[in-house]
């Protein structure tokens, strides 16, 4: 279990677009969602914090599961 917990706008359709959420022990405010797609089975969010971090958050809808990784900013 990767202890994440996603906060996300939901209106026809579950994970439409994440608000914030809860990873480590700290909690994140998606300031901006910079790309959004979709692939089979899945949905794929990339969005930077309000803290100036960049997240690719996974939301696996056959396991109703949410993953993230970390990525660089690049300025």
């Known amino acids: 279990m990767n202890n994440l917990e996603v906060n ?3 209106g026809h359709t ?3 677009r994440p608000r914030s959420f809860l990873w480590q ?3 994140y405010e ?3 969602i910079e790309r959004a797609w979709q ?3 899945e949905r794929y969010f990339r969005v930077s914090t309000k803290d100036n971090k960049l997240f690719q958050l996974c939301y696996n809808e056959a396991e109703k ?3 993230i ?4 900013k690049s300025e």
């Open 8 to 10: 996300c706008y939901s």
């Open 14 to 16: 579950y994970a439409e």
């Open 25 to 27: 022990g700290r909690e």
């Open 30 to 32: 998606v300031e901006e």
């Open 39 to 41: 692939e089979p089975g």
């Open 65 to 67: 599961q949410w993953s």
């Open 69 to 72: 990784i970390e990525l660089v």
